[in-house]
């Protein structure tokens, strides 16, 4: 049902509207449909750009990129994929663009310790956490970067196998393939490392 322009800032300002209305609000123009829905995924997306990029800065540039395109193709979203996977596709493929324009490939999870910190720690258990972490980091690292996507979008941005498919561009299958290989690879060098894999 539509909505009046008064009864949709209403929703909008209440946070009432779901992420298909706000994108259908952006496609007229709705500043504050955008607004909104820049706040609601900023911070996921900029996670997701961190972890191609490498660089919060370059992330943020990127990130800015991402919302602009989809301010101005918001009237192009056809529903056919969630909203984030959409804006996810954007943020990959502007990334990627990003990385080629540089000619430098950089590791797809340059930040992974911080999701390892446990303030309950003492100094020894935290030295031995960030050592941890900086060699799985180093072990994504030396994955393919078919691979390294795979790692990133499923284990660290918790997207289901069918938005992986989506937001790559490739078959469900193919993210399942991706995914066993990836954590055979992954097993077998953290076990050379003296750890055990997940």
């Known amino acids: 049902m539509p909505h009046s322009k008064k009864s949709l800032q209403v929703a909008i300002n209440n946070g009432a509207l779901d992420d298909r209305s706000l994108i259908a609000a952006v496609a007229e123009g709705d ?9 609601r995924h900023r911070d996921r997306i900029l996670s997701f750009l961190i972890g191609i990029v ?13 919302f602009l395109a989809a301010w101005r193709s918001a009237d192009r979203f056809e529903g056919r994929s969630q909203p984030l996977t959409w804006l996810m596709s954007i943020a990959r ?7 080629r324009k540089q000619r430098e490939v950089t590791g797809i999870l340059d930040e992974v310790t911080y999701n390892l910190a446990d303030g309950a720690d003492g100094p020894h258990q935290h030295a ?6 900086d060699i799985l980091r180093r ?3 030396k994955l393919s970067p078919a691979h390294q996507a795979i790692v990133n979008l499923v284990y660290y941005q918790d997207c289901s196998v069918s938005e992986a498919a989506q937001i790559l ?8 393939t991706r995914m066993f290989y990836a954590r055979k690879k992954l097993s077998g060098m953290l076990e050379a490392h003296g750890l055990a894999a997940a």
């Not at 493929?93 to 990385?99: F, G, H, T, Y």
């Open 139 to 141: 072990c994504i690292n």
């Open 31 to 39: 500043a504050q449909a955008f607004q909104t829905l820049y706040q």
């Open 54 to 66: 490498g660089s919060r800065a370059q992330a943020e540039e990127v990130m800015n990129e991402v």
């Open 169 to 176: 561009a490739v078959p469900q299958n193919t993210v399942k």
């Open 93 to 99: 493929n502007q990334a990627i663009s990003l990385l």
């Open 128 to 133: 031995e956490k960030s050592d941890n972490a």
